[in-house]
């Protein structure tokens, strides 16, 4: 690990002034980004340490949720409150990573979270994301993890949360703090597609902290219609291959109101917008679901060995939105 | 420099096991010796309220320039240590490389493996990806503390009864995570495979939670079956699997 | 004296490092306090072929805490000896020379080490290692054996007359023509990646040199080699190093060898004059250990409509590095597995730009029979017979290959009791047949098998006069057990209580152990601390009986026995006395022998394997794929079982292992650039804990006077042996999906 100069901030003013200087990046629960640094992928030269300022609150929003930024992964998954008004989120970050690292990782690093592509960590490796204009290893490379939504030449990448994929879903908001003050983005448009700047993940900028995500009471009304799948080779510990949030608000049998993103198959978490156009104002059976999973998948690009992701998409739709209908239990 | 005598862990008591003389004997002999690296002073606090201390004199921003060190204080097992560190240090590495305490082990030093399992505030973490200076103040517990004398930690003495290992080297990380899992089970935590997250209350720990729970400790000796039975025998539930 | 083994051996015994191995007490190689030690990290090359224009280490040198930085222009000449004139490795390939190290510019291989930066502190070693700048003349790497299948070779250990390992590149039995004549006739290709053992203990090794001697901690399967070897590449006396090794974090056949990294921890601490530790990080671990090698294998089978093999043929090629002729026993379960009068089996080696390969858990053969077993099962479809009865039918009741008949076989009896307990005649013949909702289940069962090694060993025994002992030998225990073993048989052999008696190991200045590998450890070790214990207590006895205060005096070894440690006459037990007795009176403190133990001439007269079934069961999501596995029986017949509780785990670890085997395990390569992509335990996918069910496990107890004094064959190998197979013909019977190419990942099944 390249050395770094180390700055340990107690209040959001210090953070905000620290974070200035060139090459510096806030450290919170480190579980990516010391991951990465050991790697020699990221090379700050200087962290600061973000884990004392007040950001660990969950607290009710009208309704909704706010969550702090620096609450753990798996604080936030036990909440009560979480787990009542959406499990999507609590099933979606429990999916992911282990125990450990949950209890050490961030919500806001969440966010934060690098691409897990094999060329992205491999610096004897060719890497857009990593190094500009050193070629995309995995286009013609060991692609099975890779994107087969939204991928561009410069890059196949696939965003790595599962906690993501159910923010999306649920058009969770992103607070953040800058120079100029507080401002919100939401969250289709806090992550980027890779175009010709694979290297920037995210519209958070450099001197900008995340300070919460809030969970809007609209998205409440999809607690007792919910379900995240995630498909992976091995049963726990593993980046899916493809995962699907879904959320359906259902009234004597009729779908009102849909949502459906898709981890595993794009550089961000993937909002099937199509699909939650099939859905609404339909009957919450296996026929609309099928279409909806066919709709999600229209304009999906495999490679010779990622393809497979397009018909395990198809289905993973189908499985999600039937659970999901089903109260979130397994059928 | 730390006091050796003060700083006698477990791990060195229970090095005495009289079926390994020999090897209690270099343990003596080596805990004379200063580890080597010489940029790490550690000593011992006078207080025991070295960590309230830490919290209340923790200013503003606390700053060091590339490739200096920094002064951090912990609490591992008990003992409290003043210590200068390179802010690259990973807790995994000053546990093993400058405080002598092994017995967190390094499996791939990336999170993947959960080998490196300790307890900070009684909550386990990988402490691979967990550089010191960010838990200055922390308390630390490691397998080291866990045994309270020569009276293992019920755990410890599941793991062998019911073969929880069989080259060892992930066991300490099992453990860990499993003294912690129990905990995380009677605050009413719900995992990836409970049914209903929704629902309050503690829930039951079966095999299946079980495994899940413990799936960010990998044993590449294939203990699993011993590993979950050890636990469930603790935790109070049938200990009705394991070969 | 009664030589027999009593049977209190067998009965559960809790691991004698149990203590210390819970409480963090066991120190592992890197874990040892050694004074003013400095880190090495290594530098991995970042091509596949060619070699270095230029390495520049200026930036790395003027690197905070840097020590030194060596590479192949400035590291200690040492010498690499050509095989098989001098064997300076007794693991490594008949043929070849180990990659040397820092001694050239050539490149092998990716990730092949090329400097290592010394340091003061791990952190500066680690930055420094990146500021090393080399720059490379670079060839179009090959790694692909798919694209050099027409340069295979036979290997050339293949072509001895006598080949020291057994491993002949190509048999026939039989009529060569019986294929084409057959009934009925299966032909398939079966694909085994590259698998990498991926151990929870990184390799490492710490070097210290004093007056010219070397002393190391080092993580290794055989102590007496890693010293020999040492001896031999530094030009020094065998007796002028020391290996301590005495726990091994897991291993499954990677550290058999000693790789370069103790030779460059060695060559560092001479150069900086400081103890030099060496841990090799999990990435780097991938290329600088060997792995089980890619294999391609061909199995035809021929067989009447009633079941009956009248031909096989089984031509398996592997691949192998550039330097080294790496062979596995790939083959050679066919030869022996099953009753058919004809047979062909074929070996074949590739070279490419690889690390070269070595034995993984169950070497060759798990490989070999996830093949024949898998062409077994389909055979069985194609007849409409049922799996289990399949191979009852060619149960082999000789050793086909040679006549000879087995030391002991309980097959039989492993498939009947394994199928009683599965429960196998719920299972319906057709495949996916069985479901259970929107779960497809799969019941499938395979043959493992792995030969009965025994090698030379010595041990001692010593008996104190406070009435414990001793007995040592410089073994290993990766995991096995085998301190508590060593123990167990120590206490047998020496008529003393469990409690009295402790074990040594993992010292090269105890006497010399064998190999850790090839199930051979308690056959090998086990029957030398037996030996030894038995001459311990003989001379003893020699003493008493010579002795006129002795109530044993005059007494003739035949009519004496002893128990508890103490001796007494058969005829009258209150004749007697104890050994710390006989000691304490003739003014010793203790009586030892230590013993050269080699085996016979039983290879001769008897075909000797251990031999099992596993039964699994399946559960394959019909829509997404996925495979859980929900139950394994695995029935082992292996000779005499030493302590149940251990081997029992023996048996759990192989079937967790052939698990990751059958569904996970693959080391990707990408090939443009010959470079490992998922050198990574996030991306090379070993099973975790929730992909575990419980496991079912017995033995069939076997007592067998051939193969050893003991009477012990070798758990850990055999019961890795098959499951793969047994899962793939599991999944088959799920989905009707016949994977063969492994690991049998989702994308395969949708």
New interface residues.
């Given amino acids: 690990m390249k050395p770094f100069a180390y700055t340990r901030v107690t209040n959001q003013q210090a953070a905000l002034q620290a974070i200035v200087q060139d090459n510096t990046k806030f450290l919170a629960g480190g579980t990516n980004l010391i991951d990465l640094m050991k790697d020699n992928v990221e090379q700050p030269a200087r962290l600061v340490d973000i884990n004392r300022l007040e950001l660990t609150q969950i607290v009710d929003q009208n309704g909704g949720l706010r969550l702090g930024a620096l609450a753990k992964n798996s604080d936030t998954a036990n909440h009560q409150l979480v787990r009542e008004r959406y499990p999507l989120i609590t099933q979606a970050i429990l999916a992911g990573a282990s125990p450990q690292l949950r209890n050490a990782a961030t919500n806001g690093g969440n966010l934060m979270q690098r691409t897990r592509c094999y060329y992205f960590y491999d610096v004897a490796m060719p890497c857009n994301k990593r190094q500009p204009g050193s070629g995309c290893g995995a286009l013609e490379g060991f692609s099975r993890i890779h994107a087969i939504f939204g991928a561009s030449q410069q890059c196949i990448a696939t965003h790595p949360s599962d906690m993501c994929v159910a923010l999306a879903a649920l058009d969770a908001v992103v607070r953040v703090e800058g120079p100029q003050g507080a401002r919100t983005i939401p969250f289709a448009d806090f992550h980027r597609l890779p175009g010709d700047t694979p290297q920037i993940d995210t519209n958070l900028k450099r001197d900008e902290l995340i300070t919460a995500i809030d969970l809007p009471a609209s998205a409440t009304r999809f607690s007792a219609h919910s379900y995240y799948l995630k498909v992976r080779d091995r049963a726990s510990y593993a980046f899916a291959l493809v995962s699907v949030a879904a959320g359906l608000e259902i009234s004597n049998g009729t779908i009102r109101e849909a949502r459906v993103a898709m981890g595993g198959v794009a550089h961000k978490p993937w909002r099937a917008t199509r699909a939650e156009q099939a859905l609404n104002g339909q009957r919450a059976d296996e026929a609309t679901f099928h279409r909806a999973a066919e709709a999600a998948m229209q304009g999906a690009q495999g490679t010779e060995h990622n393809r497979f992701k397009i018909e395990l998409g198809r289905r993973a739709i189908v499985r999600a939105l039937t659970i999901a209908a089903n109260n979130g239990r397994s059928v | 420099m730390y006091d050796n005598e003060e700083n006698t862990t477990p791990m060195s008591r229970s090095a005495a096991n009289n079926e390994f003389p020999d090897l209690a004997r270099r343990e003596f002999l080596k805990n004379s010796m200063l580890a080597g690296g010489g940029i790490f002073v550690a000593s011992r606090l006078l207080t025991e309220g070295g960590i309230n201390e830490v919290s209340a004199a923790t200013q503003s921003s606390t700053v060091s320039p590339a490739a200096e060190t920094v002064s951090i204080k912990l609490r591992v097992n008990g003992t409290n240590y003043g210590l200068k560190v390179d802010p690259r240090t990973s807790l995994l590495d000053l546990l093993r490389e400058n405080l002598d305490l092994p017995g967190t082990k390094k499996g791939c030093n990336h999170g993947q493996c959960g080998a490196c399992t300790i307890l900070v505030g009684g909550r386990r973490i990988n402490s691979c990806l967990a550089l010191a200076v960010v838990y200055d103040g922390s308390e630390i517990t490691t397998i080291e503390g866990l045994a309270r004398g020569d009276e293992l930690h019920p755990l410890q003495s599941a793991f062998i009864r019911h073969e929880g290992f069989q080259c060892g080297y992930c066991t300490p990380g099992q453990i860990c995570s499993a003294v912690a899992m129990l905990k995380e089970v009677d605050q009413g935590t719900v995992s990836h495979v409970t049914e209903d997250v929704r629902q309050p209350g503690r829930v039951a720990l079966t095999e299946i939670e079980v495994r899940e729970r413990m799936s960010g400790n990998i044993c590449r000796c294939g203990a699993y079956p011993g590993i979950v039975a050890a636990i469930r025998e603790v935790s109070g539930q049938a200990a009705g699997t394991g070969v | 004296m009664n030589q027999a083994l009593r049977p209190a051996i067998g009965k559960p015994v ?15 190689a ?10 090495g990290v290594l530098v991995m090359s ?1 091509i596949a072929n060619g070699s270095i224009r230029s390495i520049d280490t200026k930036a790395a040198l003027s690197a ?2 840097v020590i030194e930085v060596l590479t192949h222009q400035n590291a200690p000449r040492v010498r690499f000896p050509q095989r098989p004139q001098t064997m300076d490795d007794y693991v490594a390939p008949v043929f070849g020379r180990s990659l040397p190290v820092l001694q050239d510019n050539t490149i092998y291989f990716n990730g092949q080490p090329i400097a290592v930066v010394v340091a ?5 070693a ?2 420094a290692a ?1 500021l090393v700048r080399v720059v490379y003349d670079e060839r179009p790497p090959a790694t692909r054996l798919e694209s050099e299948i027409a340069r295979a070779f036979p290997p050339q250990e293949g072509l001895m007359k006598e080949s020291p390992t057994d491993r002949p590149a190509d048999v026939v039995r039989g009529d060569p023509q019986a294929l084409s004549k057959a009934e009925v006739v299966i032909d398939e290709t079966y694909t085994i990646p590259i698998e990498t053992h ?5 390799l490492s090794t710490i070097a210290q040199w004093t007056d010219g001697k070397l002393t190391v901690h080092d993580k290794t399967q055989w102590v007496a080699n890693t010293q020999g070897y040492l001896a031999l590449v530094f030009g020094i006396p065998e007796s002028d190093v020391h290996v301590i090794s ?7 056949g990677s550290s058999l060898r000693p790789w370069a990294h103790p030779v460059v921890a060695a060559m560092a601490a001479r150069a900086v004059r ?2 030099v530790k060496l ?1 090799v ?2 990435n780097q671990m991938f290329t600088s250990h060997g792995h089980r090698p890619y294999t391609v294998q061909r199995v035809a089978l021929g067989a009447g409509r009633d079941g009956r093999l009248t031909a096989i043929v089984h031509e398996g090629t592997a691949q192998t590095s550039l330097y080294e002729e790496n062979t596995e026993s790939l083959v050679n379960a066919t030869r022996i597995l099953y009753a058919s009068p004809n047979c062909i089996t074929k070996y074949r080696l590739v070279r490419g730009n690889i690390q070269t390969p070595l034995y993984m858990r169950g070497p060759g053969e798990s490989s070999g029979v996830f093949a024949l077993d898998s062409a077994i099962d389909e055979l069985a479809y194609k007849l409409k017979i049922d799996p289990l009865e399949m191979r009852v039918r060619n149960h082999a009741t000789s050793d086909p290959s040679n006549g000879l008949p087995w030391s002991s076989k309980s097959l039989l009896e492993c498939y009947r009791r394994g199928a009683e307990i599965f429960g196998w005649s719920r299972r319906k013949l057709e495949p996916r047949s069985m479901r259970d ?2 779960y497809l289940i799969g019941l499938g069962m395979a043959t493992a098998t792995y030969p009965t090694l025994r090698m030379p060993a010595s041990a001692r025994a010593r008996i104190f006069n406070d009435g414990t002992a001793v007995v040592q030998s410089s073994a290993s225990d ?4 085998t301190w508590t073993t060593m123990k167990i048989v120590g206490a047998e052999a020496l008529a003393m209580d469990l409690s009295r008696v ?1 074990s ?1 190991l993992g010292d090269s200045s105890l006497p010399k152990g064998s190999v850790h590998g090839g199930s051979g450890t308690t056959a090998s070790v086990g029957s030398a601390v037996h030996e030894a214990c038995l001459a311990v207590q003989a001379k003893l006895l020699a003493l008493a009986t010579i002795d006129q205060r002795s109530p044993l005096n005059g007494a003739n070894a035949q009519q004496v026995t002893a128990e508890n440690g103490r001796f007494f006459l058969k005829s009258d037990s209150s004749r007697g006395e104890t050994y710390a007795e006989i000691l304490r009176r003739n003014n010793m403190e203790s009586i030892d022998v230590t013993v050269d133990s080699t085996p016979g001439d039983e290879e001769k007269k008897f075909s000797m394997h251990a031999f099992g079934a596993h039964f699994v069961e399946v559960r394959v999501d019909a ?4 495979v ?1 596995i929900m139950r394994v029986v695995s029935g082992i017949g292996a000779g005499r079982i030493m302590n149940e ?2 081997a ?10 052939g698990i990751g085997m059958a ?2 395990e693959e080391t ?1 390569m ?1 090939h ?2 010959g ?1 490992i ?7 090379y ?8 069910p ?4 017995f033995f069939v107890e076997e007592h067998d006077d051939h193969v050893n004094p003991i009477g012990a064959k070798g758990i850990g190998e055999v019961s890795y042996v098959g499951t793969a197979a047994a899962v793939a013909n599991a999944v088959f019977h799920a989905t009707g999906k016949r994977i063969r190419q492994l690991p049998i ?3 395969k099944l ?1």
């Fill in positions: 809790e691991r004698v490092d149990g203590r210390l191995k819970v409480t963090g007490g066991a120190r592992y890197a874990e040892f306090k050694v004074a003013n030690v400095a880190h970042t905070p805490g003061e502190t791990l952190e500066q680690e930055h990146t991926n151990p929870m203990e990184l005495p726990f091994v974090g897991g291993a499954f400081r103890p841990v990080a999990r909702g929107r990766m995991g096995p057990g402790r040594e829509e997404l794929g996925s859980r509780k251990t029992l785990s023996q048996i759990t670890g192989g079937v967790v292992g569904l996970l990707v990408d443009r650039m470079r992509v998922n050198a990574s335990l996030g991306e996918h070993v099973p975790v804990n929730a992909d575990i419980a496991l079912e496990a990942t989702l994308d949708l």
